[in-house]
């Protein structure tokens, strides 16, 4: 199957500060997701990006499939954006998960 | 719309009972999934329902049954629970067309098995 890394493994924030994810992934994928479990475990959809650059509000995201990675931008960080950022990409009928990104964003 | 909705969101059981976890989607979406979390980890699939009357196996389906009722509700079924089946269960539903191929998830079941 296709392997997914994510880094860093966690990211420390003062808020208002900015940030950048990467997800790597080991093989050519027709689909990318990019998602937020917030502190209360509910998975919220950010991304669908197979290629290139989405924005929506201070998150943003970019995909090269080409080079097989993907960069998760949020900027001017809230403490509301706290939680575990995790890409997936589609591995034949199912969605393979990175280990995830745990954003802590200080007051 | 709801989107993909489960019940219960939280459960107890004790070794050896049984119980099922209820999913529905009103998206209208063909595919259907059934996910496990368990500490540390992303997502791992128990089990998959490509379209309405089929099923198969994903990663780790030991232990689990699942039924696909109609085109809207995926069930899954713990026959007989044991600790390491301990975690947190999501249901999914894919959109796929042109363009798209992408899944949405069910705010989850926290299972805890003593």
């Known amino acids: 199957g296709i392997q997914v890394e994510q880094s860093p493994p966690d990211l420390i924030l003062q808020e208002g500060a900015n940030s950048t994810l990467r997800c790597n992934f080991s093989d050519s994928v027709n689909n990318l997701q990019w998602f937020h479990q917030n502190p209360w475990g509910q998975l919220i959809n950010l991304f669908y990006i197979p290629s290139g650059t989405k924005q929506n509000g201070r998150l943003s995201a970019t995909t090269v499939a080409t080079e097989r990675y993907s960069l998760l931008y949020i900027s001017s960080s809230q403490t509301t954006d706290s939680g575990v950022y995790f890409c997936a990409v589609n591995d034949d009928y199912k969605l393979s998960f990175g280990a995830g990104t745990t954003v802590t964003v200080r007051a | 719309n709801a989107g993909v909705t489960q019940t219960p969101k939280f459960q107890v059981l004790k070794t050896g009972q049984s119980m099922t976890l209820q999913c529905a989607q009103d998206?209208?979406?063909?595919?259907m999934y059934w996910y496990r979390q368990d500490p540390g980890m992303g997502l791992r699939l128990i089990y998959y329902?490509?379209?309405?009357?089929?099923?198969d196996k994903g990663e780790v389906p030991n232990g689990y049954n699942v039924s696909r009722l109609n085109k809207r509700e995926f069930s899954l079924r713990l026959e007989s629970a044991a600790p390491s089946q301990t975690s947190v269960y999501f249901c999914?539903?894919?959109?796929?067309?042109?363009?798209?191929?992408?899944?949405?998830f069910g705010p989850g079941t926290r299972l805890t098995v003593l």
């Open positions: 998206m209208n979406h063909n595919s």
């Open positions: 329902s490509a379209s309405e009357g089929t099923t």
């Open positions: 999914a539903s894919r959109r796929l067309g042109a363009g798209y191929n992408e899944q949405f």
